[in-house]
C-alpha cells in the first residue's frame, strides 16, 4: 500500500501542484499564448458577446455612449485613422468604422480576430483586423487616435508599459490622441465597488459611462495631457 502511495505521488508530482496553489509575484508572466487556448477563447469570446454582461466587454449601450464620447472628446471626423489595440471581437472597432473612421484592430487571440473579420466582413465595413501582439506593435505615423479600453493597461508590468507607451507614440501621427482606461484602489473604494465580483455602478450626471473603470486618460502626442471621468 505505501509503495501504491508513493507511485501516486511521484506520478502526480504534488510537489508542483502545491506549488500551483501559491501566488505569484506581482506582473509574473503567464502562458505566452493564454488567449488561444481553445476553451479560454471559446468563453472568452461568449462573455465578450453576452449583451447581458460585463465580464469581458462592457454592454452594448455602454460601448454606444463611450464610442460617442471618445469620438466627441478627441473630434474624431470620418476618415480619421483608428488603432484599437486589443480589439477584442471588434464591439468598438465596429462602431467606429460606422462612423466613417479608417480602423485597425489587433488582437492576440485569434478566435476574437477570426470572428471580428467575418463580422466585418458581413457588415460591409473595411476594417484591417491583425492577430498580434500589441507590444510587438511597430507601426509609424499612421493613426490619429489609439485605444486601450477595458482596463488591458493596468495588468501589464512596469516594463512592458513602457514598451506599449513607445510602440503607440510611435503609431500616432503628430497630434494623434491615446485613449484608454485604468482603476485605481481609491477610485474603487471613492465609489464603493469592490475588487472582485464588481458589477456596472453609474455615477449621476453620466448613467451608464461610469463602472469600475473610473478614469479615461486621454494623451496627446506632442505633448499634453488631459485626464477626464467619463
Keep these: 500500500m505505501n509503495k501504491e502511495i508513493g507511485n501516486l505521488i511521484e506520478k502526480f508530482d504534488l510537489a508542483s501542484l502545491i506549488a500551483l496553489q501559491n501566488k505569484p509575484a506581482p506582473f509574473t508572466p503567464g502562458e505566452p499564448l493564454f488567449w488561444n487556448d481553445p476553451h479560454i477563447s471559446a468563453q472568452m469570446l461568449k462573455a465578450h458577446l453576452d449583451p447581458n454582461s460585463d465580464l469581458a466587454s462592457r454592454r452594448p449601450e455602454t460601448i454606444d455612449a463611450m464610442v460617442a464620447w471618445i469620438a466627441a472628446e ?11 489595440l486589443g480589439c477584442g471581437p471588434g464591439l468598438y472597432a465596429t462602431r467606429l468604422a460606422q462612423r466613417g473612421m479608417t480602423v485597425t484592430g489587433v488582437d492576440y487571440s485569434r478566435r476574437s480576430i477570426d470572428y471580428a473579420q467575418a463580422a466585418a466582413q458581413t457588415a ?50 503628430p497630434g494623434g490622441y491615446f485613449v484608454f482606461d485604468v482603476s485605481t484602489r481609491t477610485l474603487r473604494e471613492k465609489y464603493g465597488v469592490k475588487t472582485t465580483g464588481m458589477q456596472p ?11 469600475y473603470w473610473k478614469w479615461a486618460l486621454i494623451i496627446r502626442k506632442k505633448p499634453s495631457i488631459s485626464t477626464n471621468i467619463l
Design 74 to 84: 478627441v473630434g474624431l471626423a470620418p476618415g480619421d485613422a483608428v488603432l484599437d
Design 201 to 211: 455602478k453609474a455615477v449621476s450626471g453620466v448613467p451608464g459611462l461610469i463602472w
Design 124 to 173: 460591409g465595413l473595411a476594417i484591417t483586423y491583425r492577430y498580434e501582439n500589441y507590444l510587438e506593435l511597430t507601426d509609424e505615423n499612421c493613426y490619429d487616435l489609439a485605444l486601450l479600453i477595458y482596463g488591458d493597461y493596468c495588468p501589464l508590468s512596469p516594463e512592458q508599459r513602457t514598451r506599449l507607451l513607445a510602440n503607440i507614440r510611435r503609431a500616432l501621427r
